[in-house]
Each structure stands twice: as structure tokens, then as C-alpha cells.
């Protein structure tokens, strides 16, 4: 049975302000392992441990930077299926999901490696003779990342690697449904000669550990993962204090299907996009917007795919999805179930070939409703479990109008084999990450990532954009001869 442990300075401790039991969610009456809980001074500790690091690891070339980050993708290749399944055991993604998010991180790993030894900066004209101007990307010093629990490997990775290449220390607060993942990630990475004190991993609630990092530690940088609601009062604390900081928050993504979509496409992506992970992505599909031409056909092929979907053990290597990580989700998530029992009408349902579940888990049957207008709960607010609402438009115009009626915009899809509706769309379309004939989820790692409106601060993840945040831009300048 696994323990949660702290990572300081290069020492695993074992904190003592109190512990929980964690069950798999697939089967309830396994308990995985125990989380031991840090208190403020834990927080304290860690962040001057990567003060103290600061120094000697800014101080190393890109190149030698990047070798460190070699030997952790490394090592986190070797230990990828007990990994992955210590996490579908934590928090229920299914193992064959859980080995590709393992599989990302190491290629995260190795990309960042890779920026080490890019050209960063520009020389720069000056109006003066003999002068030489340029710029470089310097470090920000220690950065606080506070990941969540639905890719307990891919996000902490996405922040970590990047902070890393440029030259930061990192303190890593990751959500109390991962800690288990959490401790054995800071325990791969112990194994790599990561010179003490550049990553430190502390466990513990978001109400004492979160704040006391936010608001009490002297870090330079917050990159932030998780619910809008805590998302703004982490940018409201660092607004305060003129700390640089990076939200990612909620999603309500919709997936366009136009009246010349080819739906044997179609069909499977917004499955897909819509229910993997049981729909616990803020990438996931959960408003599929039907032009009306289209709608009978789309509804019946819906039907048929849903209905083979497979919900099994997470463990199980044939699982289409599992169930939803924990009580207190499966409890919101079948709020928005029997909502949808109550006001709409149903259109598919996972039945027929899906497995019967045989153990006792927080599992929730994929649905998917109509028959409720664009203002109701069902549509606008964030699900994050296996719930989609199919909505019917006029034409192109009316299916983009229903598409940006949300305060979020994070990522939106639409099939066509219109090459002039394809490209309006992505104009149109108010999400930071639009696509054509592909789900709303699943954007590739060397691309950035991040939303509009109410899902992101409006900086970016991943890919080069990542590097923009982890680091300050100097601008040099030397006088030289006459």
C-alpha cells in the first residue's frame, strides 16, 4: 500500500497534520494507499529549499540542464506500467489511457530537453555606433505549480519540464486525488541525480497548502490547473502581489457537425472527445451542435456508437472508460444526470455491447440529451463527467452563434468537407484552440495550449509558447571603441 511522502530539499519526510485513506475508485473496497497531510510550515521548508537552489541550477548551461531532463524521461520510461497503474488505481483513468499520458510526459521530458540548447534572444539594431543590442530569456527563480488530478502525469510534466529547461526551481503542490502519483513521479525523478532542492513536492489541501504558497512563500511564478472558481482567486492573489502567474481553468467545448459532415468520422471523435476519461477532461466534448439537415442521421449514428461503449474496471486493458475519480465527483457529476433525467430528452445512452460494471465503483453510464434551450445548466456550466447536450442549428451561421454562447473557450471542433466552412470556423470560432475534423481533446504537446474568455489567463502550455512564461526577457546593451 502506497504512502504520500514530501520531497524537500532532496529529503522525503512523512508530514503530520493528519492523513486520508484512498480508495480505487473502480472498486471502493480496495484502499491503494494513505495521504499524509503537510501543514503551512511544510510549504515554508520547501520553498526555501528551492531558494536555495536557485543559484547552482540557473547557473548550469541549457545543455546541462537538458542532459538532467534526458535521464528523468528516461527513468520515467522505464517505470511506465507500474506508474500507470498506481494511477488508474488512484484516480480511475483506464490503463491503456494512463500509459499514453505516461508516454507524454517523457516525450514532454525529452522535447524540453531539447530547448537547451536553442538560440533564445535577438541582437538588436541600435541608433548609436558602436553598440551591441540583444536580448536574452533569463529565469524567473522559484515557480509554485499546483496541478489537478485529472492527468496526474501529462500536466505536472507540461509545467515542470518547462519551468525546469529555463532555469527555475520548482515547488510542485498537486491535487489530493494524485498525491499517491505524485510521490512516485518525485520518487522516478529522485533516481536521476536531480541536485537537491529543484523540485520539491509537498502534500496537502489547496485550503492550507495551496493558500500558504499563494499567499505567504516569496516564489516569482504560479502556474495553476483547475476549477474557474479557484483559478480566479489564485490570479487575484498574484495580481496583488506582482507575482507572474498562469491559469488554466474550465472548458465547455463544442463539437460542430454540419450537414455534409462525414459522419463515420464524426461519430467516433465526439465519442471520443466527449466520454473518454469519463469526460473528465476540460477538453472534453460536452455541447455537440447538430446543423438540422444533419441531425436524424448524426442522432442514429450516435446511438449505435454509444452503445457499444465498454465502462470496466480501470485496470481492465479493454475499457472504453472507468469511472470518475472520487465520491465527491461521482456526487456532482449525477447532479447534472438527474437534472438531465428531469428536463431533457434522452438521445443516447450507452447500452447493448457496454459491459455490465461487476464491482462497486463511481461509475456514471455515458449520456447524451437534447430538448433543452442554450441558457439551461445542462449547457452552460462544466460538467466534467461523461454528459453531452445535442443541440440543433439552422445553418453555419446559427451552429457558430451556439458555439461562442458560453463564457468559457478553450477548444472547439468542427467536421465539414467545406473548405470555406472549415475556414470560417476556425476565424469564428471564440477558443484558443480550434480544429477541423477532429475532437475538441487531444491537442499534441509541442503545440501551446490554453483558452479565451473564462478558461485561461491568456498565456499559453506546452510548445515554445511555455518558455515565454517560465522566463523574463533582458535587454543588453553594450558600448564598445570609439
Known amino acids: 500500500m502506497m504512502h504520500s511522502r514530501n520531497w524537500i530539499g532532496g529529503e522525503w519526510t512523512t508530514p503530520q497534520e493528519g492523513e486520508t485513506a484512498v480508495s480505487n475508485p473502480s472498486d471502493i473496497k480496495e484502499q491503494v494507499g494513505v495521504i499524509h497531510l503537510s501543514g503551512a510550515s511544510d510549504v515554508f521548508q520547501a520553498e526555501q529549499a528551492a531558494r536555495n537552489a536557485f543559484p547552482g541550477w540557473s547557473r548550469l548551461t541549457g545543455a546541462q540542464r537538458g542532459e538532467i531532463l534526458l535521464r528523468m524521461a528516461a527513468a520515467l520510461e522505464a517505470e511506465r506500467d507500474g506508474l500507470a497503474e498506481l494511477a488508474s488505481r488512484e484516480m480511475g483513468k483506464p490503463i491503456a489511457e494512463m500509459k499514453g499520458e505516461v508516454t507524454r510526459g517523457v516525450n514532454l521530458l525529452k522535447y524540453y530537453a531539447a530547448e537547451g540548447v536553442r538560440a533564445f534572444g535577438n541582437v538588436i539594431p541600435s541608433n548609436e555606433s558602436h553598440v551591441l543590442q540583444y536580448t536574452r530569456r533569463v529565469p524567473l527563480g522559484v515557480v509554485g505549480i499546483i496541478t489537478p488530478w485529472n492527468f496526474p ?43 537537491p532542492g529543484v523540485v520539491n513536492l509537498i502534500i496537502g489541501k489547496g485550503s492550507k497548502v495551496g493558500q500558504a504558497l499563494l499567499s505567504e512563500c516569496r516564489i516569482d511564478a504560479v502556474s495553476f490547473t483547475g476549477s474557474s472558481a479557484t483559478g480566479a482567486g489564485v490570479a487575484e492573489i498574484c495580481a496583488k502581489r506582482n507575482i507572474k502567474y498562469q491559469t488554466e ?34 477538453t472534453a466534448t460536452s455541447r455537440i451542435i447538430v446543423e438540422r439537415s444533419a441531425a436524424p442521421a448524426f442522432r442514429e449514428a450516435l446511438r449505435k456508437a454509444m452503445s457499444g461503449i465498454r465502462i470496466a474496471h480501470a485496470l481492465d486493458p479493454s475499457a472504453y472508460l472507468g469511472p470518475v475519480a472520487s465520491a465527491s465527483q461521482y456526487e456532482t457529476v449525477m447532479s447534472f444526470v438527474d437534472l438531465a433525467r428531469k428536463d431533457a430528452e434522452t ?12 464491482h462497486d465503483g463511481y461509475y456514471v453510464t455515458p449520456l447524451a440529451v437534447s430538448g433543452v434551450g442554450d441558457g439551461h445548466p445542462l449547457v452552460q456550466e462544466e460538467i466534467f463527467g461523461p454528459v453531452a447536450v445535442v443541440l440543433e442549428a439552422e445553418d453555419v451561421s446559427h451552429a457558430i452563434d451556439l458555439c461562442n454562447k458560453t463564457v468559457y473557450g478553450l477548444s472547439a471542433s468542427v467536421f465539414t468537407q467545406n473548405l470555406s466552412s472549415a475556414l470560417r470556423f476556425l476565424d469564428e470560432a471564440e477558443a484558443g484552440m480550434v480544429r477541423v475534423n477532429l475532437e475538441t481533446a487531444g491537442v499534441e504537446y509541442q503545440a501551446p495550449f490554453g483558452g479565451m474568455k473564462q478558461s485561461s489567463s491568456h498565456t499559453r502550455e506546452q510548445g515554445q509558447a511555455a518558455l515565454d512564461f517560465y522566463s523574463a526577457v533582458k535587454t543588453c546593451a553594450i558600448k564598445y571603441g570609439g
Do not use: H, Y
Not at 527555475?168 to 541536485?195: D, G, Q, Y
Open 153 to 195: 502525469v501529462a500536466i505536472p510534466i507540461w509545467k515542470l519540464a518547462p519551468a525546469l529547461i529555463c532555469g527555475n526551481t520548482v515547488v510542485w503542490k498537486p491535487a489530493e486525488f494524485a498525491c499517491l502519483t505524485a510521490t512516485r513521479i518525485a520518487e522516478i525523478f529522485a533516481k536521476t541525480e536531480l541536485p
Open 249 to 282: 481553468m474550465g472548458g465547455k467545448n463544442a463539437a460542430v457537425v454540419l450537414g455534409d459532415a462525414d459522419l463515420e468520422r464524426a461519430v467516433p471523435a465526439i465519442v471520443s472527445g466527449a466520454f473518454r476519461s469519463a469526460g473528465q477532461k476540460c
Open 347 to 358: 438521445v443516447a445512452e450507452c447500452g447493448g455491447g457496454g459491459a455490465s460494471i461487476e
